[in-house]
């Protein structure tokens, strides 16, 4: 039996902790290979967020979900966050796609040609004035930008142009809001990206300013990274803003969060709690970014949340004492043991507890299962263009 601080505290924060889920999680998607669609998906962004919302009844905790901007067009945004609100959840973070056009082919805000550049940072600009009609705090920018052979473009004056569509968007921000500048190693581009990695997202967030953070999604990075240690430096920075979850084998996987590897989301969600960053008032933003190709998607969201929950009670399992007691007395194998014992908790049954503390079944996929809400929209959903990934 391991020691813990304060079992009341660690329930609180598990209470208190909130996953943003995504509208795509929830269309259909697939692979470069075939998309396999599946009965009742959505086919408007409001029926995406229904799902959402669903999801955030039978776990309470992910009050809030991500749009994606063309993918969740509507003429009113305003009214679509008031639905949401109806529904009991939020609008997330925006985000935004200069990946999909024709034009963007040699790239959006990194283009040679000025015209496709003012189109694409134009979009961004769109993006915040979705974020002034929904009240999203939130602007997440990927860039698919980037090169495929040598010498075929500058990669000096990509990171200039760069820098000036960043500017353009980040003076666009209102007080409240903030840009989430995303990482990712490679694809579609396959000799130079344009934002590789957390470095370079780093480096253009302090040149714009406080309000530009990096979002770290971890499936984007080389094999073997310690994404922790990205957790724990951006941290120290204070530029920290979010994470898309989800996990990977190979590539830009997309799988569920902690299905791959739940030992890597215990260690970052440690330098989490180690940073006292749950709490959703220090502004970090959980969110999930995955694909449900061959699986159930409602829940394989919730089994998502469940394990991200399951990596962040390991966490505040941890016993801080005992782990600065051994590290202070260069205890190798002794701080390696507080830490492992953590990790091999079985936190299921306090998370069953917390959950229903909430009013909420101990077992959110069980509940959902008998909720019956599957049967009906696979019913009312019947026909019509379904929306997924792309569409
Ligand atoms: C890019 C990415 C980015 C996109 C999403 C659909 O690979 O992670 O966050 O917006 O996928
Ligand atoms: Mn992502
Ligand atoms: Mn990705």
Request: net charge negative; charged share 25%.
């Amino acid at each position: 039996m391991i020691a813990v601080p304060d079992l009341s505290a660690v329930k609180q924060a598990l209470a208190a902790q909130r996953i943003e889920t995504p509208s795509w999680a929830f269309g259909n998607s697939g692979t470069r290979f075939k998309v396999f669609a599946q009965p009742g998906v959505p086919r408007t962004p409001e029926e995406k967020i229904a799902d959402a919302a669903t999801v955030n009844r039978f776990t309470g905790a992910a009050p809030s979900v991500a749009l994606h901007i063309p993918w969740d067009r509507v003429d009113d945004y305003a009214a679509l966050a008031r639905y949401a609100g109806d529904l009991g959840v939020s609008v997330g973070a925006i985000n935004t796609n200069v990946f999909q056009d024709d034009d963007y082919k040699l790239g959006s805000v990194t283009n040679p040609d000025p015209g496709i550049r003012r189109k694409a940072t134009d979009h961004l600009l769109e993006a915040v004035a979705v974020m002034d009609a929904t009240g999203s705090r939130d602007l997440k920018l990927w860039f698919s930008d980037g090169i495929n052979y040598p010498g075929q473009d500058d990669l000096r004056d990509r990171q200039d142009r760069l820098a000036t569509a960043l500017r353009e968007a980040y003076d666009r921000l209102g007080d409240d809001q903030r840009i989430l500048l995303e990482y990712k190693l490679f694809e579609p581009a396959f000799y130079a990206t344009d934002v590789p990695d957390w470095g370079t997202s780093f480096a253009h967030c302090v040149e714009l300013g406080p309000k530009a953070t990096v979002c770290i999604d971890t499936g984007h990075h080389a094999p073997g990274t310690n994404i922790e240690f990205i957790v724990a430096f951006l941290l120290r920075q204070d530029r920290l803003g979010a994470f898309d979850f989800n996990s990977r084998f190979y590539a830009d996987d997309d799988l569920m969060a902690g299905a791959a590897d739940p030992f890597q989301l215990f260690r970052i969600m440690y330098e989490i709690v180690r940073a006292d960053a749950l709490d959703p008032a220090r502004g970090i933003n959980f969110m999930l970014d995955q694909c449900h190709n061959i699986e159930a998607k409602i829940p394989a969201v919730i089994r998502s949340v469940m394990n991200v929950q399951e990596a962040t009670a390991k966490a505040l399992l941890v016993d801080r004492a005992a782990l600065a007691a051994a590290q202070r007395s260069g205890g190798v194998l002794e701080a390696n043991a507080v830490f492992m014992d953590a990790y091999n908790t079985d936190v299921r049954p306090l998370l069953a507890e917390v959950r229903a503390d909430q009013g909420l079944d101990p077992d959110p996929v069980a509940a959902y299962k008998r909720s019956g809400y599957q049967e009906r929209i696979t019913a009312d959903r019947a026909g019509g263009e379904q929306a997924g990934w792309g569409a």
